[in-house]
């Protein structure tokens, strides 16, 4: 399976925006899937997490209350809705089949303040 992301660029604090990862495959329905994030000089971490059925979500405690995970299985798509945003949530962004391991290309968020 292949990602493809998109929705990412330029937004002041307190905008938002809503990003979009797309998968080539049906197989996606069959896999939970993930949103990490990289900031300049961090490490890759965990956003948020959605399971193949979407019962079961989970988030960093950074964004829970400001970011949503869902997903669409008859468009082999995750979304993540990201509301008030800090410059803190710079990053490239990226999905991830967490069964396969397969990653996105990555999206890249910028907030200014």
């Known amino acids: 399976v292949q990602l493809v992301e998109s929705g990412g660029g330029l937004v002041q604090a307190g905008g938002s925006l809503r990003l979009s990862c797309t998968a080539s495959?049906?197989?996606?329905?069959?896999?939970?899937m993930s949103w990490h994030r990289q900031a300049p000089g961090k490490q890759r971490e965990l956003v948020a997490s959605i399971s193949r059925t979407g019962n079961a979500i989970t988030y960093h405690d950074s964004v829970r209350g400001r970011f949503t995970i869902s997903r669409d299985n008859a468009k082999n798509t995750i979304y993540l809705q990201m509301n008030d945003l800090k410059p803190g949530d710079t990053a490239v962004y990226y999905c991830?089949?967490?069964?396969?391991?397969?990653w996105g290309q990555g999206t890249l968020v910028t907030v200014s303040s």
């Open positions: 495959d049906a197989t996606f329905t069959l896999d939970a």
């Open positions: 991830k089949a967490v069964l396969t391991g397969t």
